[in-house]
């Protein structure tokens, strides 16, 4: 619902527009829905690949439950921790204007919600449509705590494409026999890398190439002639996943909840954290066939859950015996960049009247971040990580650190020291080879620090993020909370200011919320700092945040109503 009390002063002050203004906002009230929703947070008993395994659920559903909304819809979500550790939910994506507080990093935005307790999200879903999605965002609660959050164009509008037969969303996961939180905290405790996932699934299921899971596999119906659209969301917390579905071509028609230019192709590839739509045109007029998941696997000598996840697609006509053995496509090899960056090289944005491109075109803050792993020193090299140290990650060699006495919001808000620093480097400390094979042991060691970066509001921010080669280079997913962004530029090897920017896009550029950084490569991205709040900028491998491969963005109040941080609410958790 709309909320008058505080009536933008423009409005209030050009009085000829008052009455036009007012129409608006009654429309968008009288249009909009109130959706309420309680999520439960518990344990689980589930049979898997030939186990019995106790998980972290919401609601006791694995992928949680999928949550439908319209652009303009307000969500409130009621949270009841009754898990044995502490939770937050984060909604992928949701911009969270002027309402910070509810996007939910732990110790970022909101401090934990413990066991037994509870917290209520509250926010509007504003200018946004399409496919995200919800998770946990503390721990490695995210394996198994997540769920797809489909947002519908405001009524009377439509989808720039025909209006597809049926919508399937596609959730990806990565799955342990064990229980994640055991796992990753056995990885603390020694400083050494966790064990691999044992499978992926879909939706929750492994699919049947896998032991005692010929039962557990999802299994869809389609009628010959249908465009159906899949909306697929990559929950797996460590892995980048390639999808193809066996003898059909898909045509992508938007990524993370932003319109693309219809793109034809074989094969997608989608880093954790990211979203892409397809429409499938179901031509055949029988059989069965795979839809299948697995991993691309960027570092070299990095080792990797080598599995495929499977579902199946199934013609309702012809026979349906589970005797008939389902179409399994080709798939790209685990390390085939080539292929991952000709498909993400072949998306724009739709740049049309309905949904133009803003991409800024001079910006005021120039930003340059490497990012990467690395290593912290370890008393008498005790730990298992090479050379006896413990492993790590950073962005312009600070690894980050949560705090823990508060949220850095909360801090920010009520002007409280001492829980961060402010001054996080526009620049590496050093400049380097960033994407040399043999990068001097002395560059490996990082440094812990809960170091934020402050942007003015309103400010146009670039961000050149360039990926290194320390310790190994791979590919990482960088995800920005409470903004989109545009991809105008990307490459391998080390990025250069005079030659890269000249081919930068700046007509119709991607845009995202999670970028992939090429391995051995850079990405530039562009957005405008219009929205208040403390927002995390890190990996989207679970592994990885975890290890320090983040920082945060801190806006400012603007000069009004529209632009100034809600107060936080009564029931915000306490550390």
């Known amino acids: 619902m709309a909320d008058f009390s505080g009536f933008n002063q423009s409005c209030q002050e050009k009085l000829p527009l008052v009455i036009a203004c007012m129409a608006f906002l009654i429309a968008t009230a009288m249009a909009s829905k109130i959706h309420t929703h309680t999520f439960v947070i518990q344990s689980k008993t589930v049979t898997k690949l030939c186990a019995t395994h106790n998980i972290i659920t919401v609601n006791g559903q694995l992928p949680g439950p999928t949550l439908y909304v319209s652009n303009g819809d307000t969500l409130i979500v009621k ?42 999200y509250r926010f509007t879903i504003t200018g946004q449509q399409g496919t995200l999605w919800w998770h946990a965002h503390s721990s490695w609660l995210r394996a198994t705590v997540y769920g797809a959050l489909i947002i519908s164009p405001t009524q009377g509008e439509s989808y720039p494409f025909s209006k597809p037969d049926q919508e399937i969303p596609i959730l990806l996961g990565e799955w342990w026999n064990a229980n994640p939180i055991d796992v990753i905290n056995e990885a603390t405790r020694t400083g050494g890398g966790p064990n691999n996932s044992d499978a992926f699934t879909i939706n929750g299921h492994p699919g049947d190439l896998y032991p005692c899971s010929a039962s557990d596999t999802f299994r869809v119906a389609v009628k010959t002639g249908q465009t159906n659209l899949l909306r697929v969301i990559n929950g797996a917390l460590n892995t980048d996943l390639f999808v193809t579905l066996a003898n059909h071509e898909m045509t992508v028609v938007a990524v993370d909840a932003l319109y693309t230019k219809p793109h034809k192709t074989q094969v997608i590839m989608l880093g954790p954290g990211q979203t892409t739509d397809v429409l499938v045109n179901f031509t055949k007029t029988a059989g069965r066939f795979y839809l299948a998941a697995r991993a691309y696997a960027s570092g070299q000598g990095i080792s990797f859950d080598n599995t495929t996840a499977t579902a199946i697609f199934e013609y309702s006509k012809g026979s349906l015996s589970t005797s008939v053995t389902p179409k399994l496509p080709k798939l790209p090899m685990y390390n085939d960049t080539k292929t991952v960056i000709k498909f993400e090289k072949s998306l724009r944005s739709l740049a049309s009247v309905d949904h133009p491109v803003s991409v800024p075109q001079k910006v005021d803050e120039n930003l340059f971040y490497t ?25 312009n060699n600070h690894s980050f650190v949560l705090p823990k006495s508060m949220s850095i919001l909360q801090a920010h808000h009520f002007g409280i020291k001492g829980v961060f620093t402010k001054g996080f480097p526009d620049n590496p400390p050093l400049q380097f080879d960033y994407t040399s094979k043999n990068i001097s042991t002395g560059l490996w060691f990082t440094e812990k620090s809960t170091t934020v970066k402050v942007l003015k509001y309103n400010t146009a921010v670039q961000v050149i993020i360039q990926g290194t080669g320390i310790l190994v280079a791979e590919s990482h997913p960088i995800h920005l909370h409470g903004y989109d962004f545009y991809i105008v530029g990307s490459g391998f090897g080390n990025y250069n200011e005079e030659k890269d920017s000249k081919k930068f896009n700046l007509v119709d550029p991607l845009k995202r919320n999670t970028v992939n950084i090429p391995v051995n490569g850079w990405a530039a991205i562009r957005f405008v700092a219009d929205n208040p709040g403390t927002w995390l900028f890190h990996c989207h491998l679970d592994l990885h945040i975890g290890w320090g491969l983040a920082m945060v963005f801190v806006v400012p109040d603007g000069p009004d109503y529209v632009s100034t941080l809600e107060k936080p609410p009564s029931d915000l958790p306490k550390c």
């Open 79 to 120: 949270v009841f921790n009754k898990a044995q550790h502490n939770a937050t939910i984060h909604w992928h994506g949701i911009r969270q204007l002027r309402t910070a507080w509810a996007d939910g990093p732990e110790y970022i935005t909101q401090c934990p919600i413990q066991p037994g307790g509870n917290y209520t």
């Open 371 to 395: 990012v990467g792993l690395g290593l912290i020193n370890c008393p008498n090299q005790s730990c298992a990580g090479p050379n006896g140290a413990r492993f790590a990650a950073s962005m």
